[in-house]
T-cell receptor, first 113, second 111 residues
Framework: GAGVSQSPRYKVAKRGQDVALRCDPI?????LFWYQQALGQGPEFLTY????????KSGLPSDRFFAERPEGSVSTLKIQRTQQEDSAVYLC???????????FGDGTRLSIL | GQQVMQIPQYQHVQEGEDFTTYCNSS?????IQWYKQRPGGHPVFLIQ???SGEVKKQKRLTFQFGEAKKNSSLHITATQTTDVGTYFC???????????WGAGTKLIIKP
């Protein structure tokens, strides 16, 4: 497609469940970023991929968060044993190259009950 | 660590008034980017400034990059309801692959 696609748009899960969020970046974009955005706040960096390599995961809040991009295109952000504080919008962005303008998906709004 | 500060956090204006948001980096930036996020939406790239002292215009929006490449501003002339949203600045990190984001300035049009 023409833009970054994320699915699902909305996800409701019970505390303790595992969730998986998908991001399909713009074709040809080398860089892929995951962000967490709380209500009324700016995007908070989670992790970065250059092709299939995860070069920075310093923003992941805990070892319950895991991201992968095995073939250098689609990426999945997995959260295990979800907690209420994981409730947020998770944004995926891609760019052609490092530090170039980022193109965002619509995000996944995750609500943990 | 490297920081990008953005002020004000909120600005309430009457429709037709001007709006300005300011961005300051703790380090010199190779470029600065501006994004707009509408309520309920995702950040959308507006513009990138690269040169020292650069000024770019997009209709009623004027973007400036400071001479020292550490600060930037976005000015909107005669705001309209379509301008409502949060405006973010972002600059490359020292590692040059990650963007450091300002906290955003929320433009609110008074009823």
């Amino acid at each position: 497609g023409a833009g970054v696609s994320q699915s699902p748009r909305y996800k409701v899960a019970k505390r303790g469940q595992d969730v998986a969020l998908r991001c399909d970046p713009i074709s040809g974009h080398v860089s892929l970023f995951w962000y967490q955005q709380a209500l009324g706040q700016g995007p908070e960096f989670l992790t970065y991929f250059q092709n299939e390599a995860q070069l920075d995961k310093s923003g992941l809040p805990s070892d319950r968060f895991f991201a992968e991009r095995p073939e250098g295109s689609v990426s999945t952000l997995k959260i295990q044993r979800t907690q209420q504080e994981d409730s947020a919008v998770y944004l995926c962005a891609s760019s052609f190259h490092n530090s170039q303008p980022q193109h965002f998906g619509d995000g996944t709004r995750l609500s943990i009950l | 660590g490297q920081q990008v500060m953005q002020i004000p956090q909120y600005q309430h204006v009457q429709e037709g008034e001007d709006f300005t948001t300011y961005c300051n980096s703790s380090t010199t930036l190779s470029n600065i980017q501006w994004y707009k996020q509408r309520p309920g939406g995702h950040p959308v790239f507006l513009i990138q400034l690269v040169k020292s002292g650069e000024v770019k215009k997009q209709k009623r929006l004027t973007f400036q990059f400071g001479e020292a490449k550490k600060n930037s501003s976005l000015h909107i002339t005669a705001t309209q309801t379509t301008d409502v949203g949060t405006y973010f600045c972002a600059g490359p990190s020292d590692s040059n692959y990650q963007l450091i984001w300002g906290a955003g300035t929320k433009l609110i049009i008074k009823p």
